[in-house]
């Protein structure tokens, strides 16, 4: 692990990848995951391979938060190996316990020790966030400029997706107004993106095959109305 003054944390939703984080010292906290009977932790017992394998098996898969606890281990083992903070970078509240979970353990330490950043996005999107971040910790950042380049990255990130069915986000109850689609025709493909840290529509195609073409093809430049934010420590 890296001896950086600052420790950089996140959640296995990230998805970094393989190697980058112990490259860079961060430390992952995994998502709980079950699959039919099976339990165990994201990235370590179960890889999103077996995930996807078991969702075209119908398999139930569900997912759940770290507990406090977890996340406060984390953050005691980064500090007593030298680090004097710790910024926590993790997947949006809106879609996922997992920031409230790190919150609570943060209150167990002195005001600004440990600084949880809500990336309000989930994937590569909140990996480049936590990134950013690391890589201010190696050049030497301290915790206030280690937390703003995770914040200066978010805001400067879009996240855009395509899923073939609704159906997995509607289970999850992660789908806010693409909700409007259940029902529709299935030759509707949605095309997804993540605002203000919520799944969203962006906009509707016909086919699988143009979903994919429109989705490589989209227009990176920030859109007017587009807002990016993240909450900053409260302990």
Not at 157 to 180: K, M, P
Request: net charge positive; proline share 3%; aromatic share 6%.
């Amino acid at each position: 692990m890296s001896t950086a003054a600052v420790a950089v944390v996140t959640d296995s939703t990230s998805y970094l990848p393989v190697g980058m984080a112990g490259e860079l010292g961060v430390r992952v906290v995994p998502l709980h995951v079950a699959i039919g009977a099976r339990s165990g932790t994201e990235g370590i017992a179960f890889t999103s391979a077996d995930v996807t394998a078991a969702l075209r098996s119908h398999v139930p898969v569900t997912t759940s938060r770290p507990s406090p606890a977890e996340f406060a281990a984390v953050y005691h083992a980064a500090l007593d190996a030298g680090a004097q903070n710790v910024v926590s970078v993790h997947v949006s509240a809106t879609l996922s316990g997992t920031w409230e979970s790190a919150q609570l353990a943060a209150q167990d330490f002195g005001y600004g020790v440990v600084r949880v950043v809500d990336s309000r996005s989930a994937g590569m999107a909140l990996g480049f966030a936590v990134l950013a971040a690391a890589r201010a910790a190696v050049a030497g950042a301290g915790a206030a400029e280690v937390q703003d380049a995770a914040v200066s990255t978010v805001d400067r990130t879009r996240a855009l997706f395509y899923v073939d069915t609704l159906e997995y986000l509607r289970r999850g109850g992660r789908i806010g107004s693409a909700a409007a689609l259940l029902g529709t025709s299935l030759s509707v493909k949605p095309l997804l993106h993540v605002e203000d840290g919520r799944i969203v529509l962006l906009e509707k195609v016909r086919t699988s095959s143009k979903a994919l073409a429109r989705l490589f093809s989209a227009d990176t430049r920030r859109r007017p109305g587009w807002r990016r934010g993240c909450r900053r420590p409260t302990s």
